[in-house]
C-alpha cells in the first residue's frame, strides 16, 4: 500500500443513482436522437457536481461520479477497449437475475485486446478531480469480466482460444490502463472483480466445469491478471478490489461464503482494498476474514445494503464488527455498503434520501469506530 495515500475508513462502492434529468436526456440523446452529444454532457456534468457536493457535504473524504455517464457498470468501460465491442440481442437473451432479466447487451472480442490512449474513462476522472476538494476515486470492472462476460462463441480471434493467451493480453490491457489513469492524475483505483464471489456459488461453478473450466483453477488465473496488471503501480497509487453477488434493480445472482477465493484474493492479487458484500447469510460467515496477512491490506465488510431502505443501525454495526475483528485487526477494516446504488443505470428500489441516509450511516459508523471517517 502507497505510504503517501493513505485510504479513509468510510468508502462506498462506487455507483450512485441516476437523477431523473440524466436518464430524460440520455433517452432523448441515444433513443429520440432530440439533444446533442454536448447538451447530455452538459446534464452528466450538472449532475456529477451535485452528487459531488451531497457526498462531501455528508463528510466522505473519497469521492466518485456516481457512474452518472454509464448505462452499466462493466459495459461502458469494456466497450471503450479495442478490440472489444458491445452487441445487443434479443430481450431473452439477457443475463438473468432473481426474478428480473438484464438489459441484452453482450460483450464480444472482435481482434487483439488494448487499452486505447483516448479512453473516455480517462476524461471522466479528470473532470471529477477537477470538482472535489476530497480524494477523487474511479471503479472500473477488473480483468476477470472481460472473460467471465463473454461468452465462448463472442471470442473471435483464434489466439483467444487458448486461455493463456487471452489472459495474459488481458493483464496486459489492464497493466496500460493503470497507467493511464495514473497519467491523468488517479491516486486511486478500484476494479469491480465481482466474479470472485461468483465462483464461490455451487451453480456457477457448475456452470464453468460444464464449459470445461475447472473453477478453481480459473480463481487463481483471475488473480494472477489482477496481480500482473497492478504490478507496476506506482507507489502512491491505491488499488481497491470490490466483490459481490450481483446487484441489479434490487436483486442478485450468486450465493456462497468466501471460502474458496479468501486465501488467493487476500494474497495473490496484491490489492491493497477490499469491498466484501457482507450484508445477507449469501455472503457467509466472517471467517474467511482470517486469510488477511497482518500489515496493510484494508478491508470494508458491506454490512449496509444499497438493495433495500431499511437503515441499519450504529450498534448493530459496532456488534458486527466486533465479530469481524475475532478474525482479523479491526485496525485492518473500514466500513462500506456492500455494492453500489445503481449498477446499471435503472438503479435499485431505493430513494435519493434514502441513499444519502446510508452514506451518512457509514460516516457515523466509522467515527464511532475508528473516530475518523
Known amino acids: 500500500m502507497s505510504t503517501t495515500n493513505q485510504p479513509a475508513r468510510a468508502d462506498h462502492v462506487g455507483s450512485l443513482l441516476r437523477p431523473d434529468a440524466v436518464k430524460q436526456a440520455r433517452r432523448k440523446f441515444y433513443d429520440e436522437h432530440s439533444i446533442s452529444a454536448d447538451e447530455l454532457r452538459a446534464v452528466e456534468d450538472d449532475a456529477i457536481r451535485d452528487v459531488v457536493a451531497m457526498q462531501e457535504r455528508i463528510g466522505l473524504k473519497v469521492v466518485t461520479d456516481g457512474e452518472i455517464r454509464r448505462s452499466f457498470w462493466h459495459y461502458d468501460f469494456m466497450g471503450g477497449l479495442t478490440g472489444l465491442d458491445l452487441v445487443q440481442r434479443e430481450p431473452a437473451a439477457g443475463v438473468q437475475f432473481h426474478g428480473v432479466t438484464l438489459r441484452p447487451v453482450f460483450p464480444t472480442i472482435t481482434g487483439t485486446l488494448d487499452f486505447p490512449d483516448d479512453h473516455p474513462m480517462l476524461a471522466h476522472f479528470k473532470f471529477l478531480a477537477s470538482i472535489t476538494k476530497v480524494s477523487p476515486k474511479i471503479s472500473i470492472p477488473g480483468p476477470s469480466c472481460c472473460h467471465f462476460r463473454t461468452a465462448a462463441a463472442d471470442i473471435a480471434p483464434p489466439q483467444y482460444r487458448d486461455l493463456e493467451i487471452l489472459f495474459a493480453d488481458l493483464a496486459a490491457t489492464y497493466a496500460k490502463a493503470v497507467a493511464k489513469f495514473y497519467e491523468a492524475g488517479c491516486r486511486y483505483l478500484q476494479m469491480d472483480d465481482i466474479f470472485f464471489a461468483y465462483l464461490c456459488d455451487p451453480k456457477q461453478r457448475a456452470q464453468k466445469q460444464a464449459e470445461g473450466i475447472d473453477p478453481d483453477w480459473l480463481i487463481g488465473k483471475y488473480a494472477e491478471m489482477m496481480h500482473e496488471a497492478i504490478a507496476h503501480r506506482p507507489a502512491d497509487m491505491l488499488i481497491g478490489m470490490h466483490m459481490c453477488r450481483g446487484n441489479f434493480q434490487s436483486t442478485w445472482v450468486a450465493e456462497g461464503p468466501y471460502d474458496f477465493v479468501a486465501d488467493t484474493v487476500f494474497n495473490k492479487t496484491g490489492v491493497d482494498l477490499f469491498f466484501m458484500e457482507y450484508d445477507t447469510d449469501r455472503a457467509g460467515d466472517l471467517s474467511p476474514l482470517k486469510y488477511l496477512a497482518p500489515g496493510h491490506q484494508r478491508v470494508y465488510p458491506g454490512f449496509i445494503t444499497t438493495k433495500t431502505a431499511a437503515l441499519e443501525g450504529v450498534d448493530a454495526l459496532k456488534r458486527k464488527f466486533d465479530e469481524a475483528a475475532k478474525y482479523t ?35 457515523r459508523t466509522a467515527e464511532a469506530i475508528w473516530g475518523t471517517a
Open 329 to 363: 485487526d479491526i485496525a485492518q477494516l473500514g466500513i462500506a455498503p456492500q455494492c453500489g446504488f445503481a449498477s446499471t443505470e435503472e438503479g435499485n428500489v431505493i430513494t435519493p434520501a434514502d441513499q444519502a441516509a446510508k452514506l451518512a450511516l457509514v460516516v
